[in-house]
């Protein structure tokens, strides 16, 4: 990584230090225009690229040892998994549920515990859909949306708010 990419991991890693006391079992992932910038329609051989801040944080989020996961409904998860693999970042997901779908990602959330056994309300996820934002937040899960991709304002704001809400549920108990 560069100087740009470890000031980012760096910051990254005092966000994740500043929410250590409630930190998400599992961190979902969708692809498209949340950790790259455009749809993997393209073909296989077109060099991919992530959002500027995607790989530090991920970085950091691995060094943290917590766990990530992806849910994309692209039509084409054949290239999704070969970008994943030529940016040498598919071995840092637990799970890839990468299929199309008109569920607005429940299913793949629904495989995605039943693969883990992560509950919904230990998982933190960022996708660019609002729909996507809507229907996963239902099941439990603390959804951010995304922008401009995954950047540390992003991430600033998803562990807060699955601080925020871990902590309100564990004082109903």
Same mark, same amino acid.
């Given at each position: !990584?560069?100087?740009?990419?470890?000031?980012?991991?760096?910051?990254?890693?005092?966000?994740?230090?500043?929410?250590?006391?409630?930190?998400?079992?599992?961190?979902? =992932?969708?692809?498209?225009?949340?950790?790259?910038?455009?749809?993997?329609?393209?073909?296989?051989?077109?060099?991919?690229? %992530?959002?500027?801040?995607? %790989?530090?944080?991920?970085?950091?989020?691995?060094?943290?040892?917590?766990?990530?996961?992806?849910?994309?409904?692209?039509?084409?998860?054949?290239?999704?998994?070969?970008?994943?693999?030529?940016?040498?970042?598919?071995?840092?997901?637990?799970?890839?549920?990468?299929?199309?779908?008109?569920?607005?990602?429940?299913?793949? =959330?629904?495989?995605?515990?039943?693969?883990?056994?992560?509950?919904?309300?230990?998982? %933190?996820?960022?996708?660019?859909?609002? @729909?996507?934002?809507?229907?996963?937040?239902? !099941?439990?899960?603390?959804?951010?949306?995304?922008?401009?991709?995954?950047?540390?304002?992003? %991430? @600033?704001?998803?562990?807060?708010? =699955?601080?925020?809400?871990?902590?309100?549920?564990?004082?109903?108990?």
């Amino acid at each position: !990584m560069g100087d740009t990419d470890d000031k980012v991991k760096s910051e990254a890693l005092q966000i994740i230090a500043q929410h250590s006391h409630n930190l998400p079992a599992l961190v979902v =992932f969708d692809l498209d225009y949340t950790l790259w910038p455009f749809y993997c329609e393209y073909e296989e051989d077109d060099m991919p690229y %992530l959002y500027p801040q995607a %790989l530090p944080i991920l970085h950091a989020l691995k060094q943290n040892g917590i766990s990530m996961a992806v849910a994309s409904r692209s039509p084409t998860s054949d290239v999704a998994k070969s970008f994943l693999q030529t940016l040498g970042i598919s071995s840092f997901f637990v799970t890839q549920e990468i299929f199309s779908s008109w569920t607005h990602k429940t299913e793949h =959330f629904q495989r995605i515990h039943a693969t883990t056994g992560v509950p919904f309300t230990s998982m %933190l996820f960022f996708d660019d859909e609002d @729909r996507n934002i809507h229907a996963v937040s239902k !099941m439990g899960v603390t959804s951010i949306l995304v922008g401009n991709g995954v950047n540390l304002g992003a %991430l @600033r704001q998803g562990l807060s708010e =699955f601080a925020g809400k871990s902590a309100s549920s564990s004082r109903r108990v």
